[in-house]
Nanobody, 127 residues
Framework: QVHLVESGGGSVQSGGSLRLACAAS????????WAWFRQGLGKEREGVAV???????AYGDAVKGRFTISRDNAKNTLYLQMASLEPEDTAMYFC?????????????????????WGQGIQVTVSS
């Protein structure tokens, strides 16, 4: 099972930027989908961005044009670059990894399709 550890969260003012990182270990296959989800207080878990096994990328509607997902295979690290942050982006952010060969836009809606999750990291955006 893949072990995931998030970093880079914190507090920022509206309009600011943050970059989250997710260090991955414990896997041997390159056929993995990677994702960021978030969960605000009292809200359901929401798909933010996904890179599927084929390299396809999808973003949630709320973050399109503002967030960018990427992966550095040499460093075994997944990133989420967040720009133009809004108070509505305040949430616990989780990275996830899965082995199911499903298209990215579907994986955004399928938190059950992932095998491994990080512990989560808080992002707080103040107005």
């Amino acid at each position: 099972q893949v072990h995931l550890v998030e970093s880079g969260g914190g507090s920022v003012q509206s309009g600011g930027s943050l970059r989250l990182a997710c260090a991955a270990s414990g896997y041997t296959s390159g056929r993995i989908s990677w994702a960021w989800f978030r969960q605000g207080l009292g809200k359901e878990r929401e798909g933010v961005a996904v890179i599927d096994i084929a390299g396809g990328i999808a973003y949630g509607d709320a973050v399109k044009g503002r967030f960018t997902i990427s992966r550095d295979n040499a460093k075994n690290t997944l990133y989420l670059q967040m720009a133009s942050l809004e108070p509505e982006d305040t949430a616990m952010y989780f990275c996830a990894a899965g082995s199911r060969n499903i298209q990215a836009w579907i994986l955004l809606e399928r938190p059950d399709a992932y095998d491994s999750w990080g512990q989560g990291i808080q992002v707080t955006v103040s107005s």
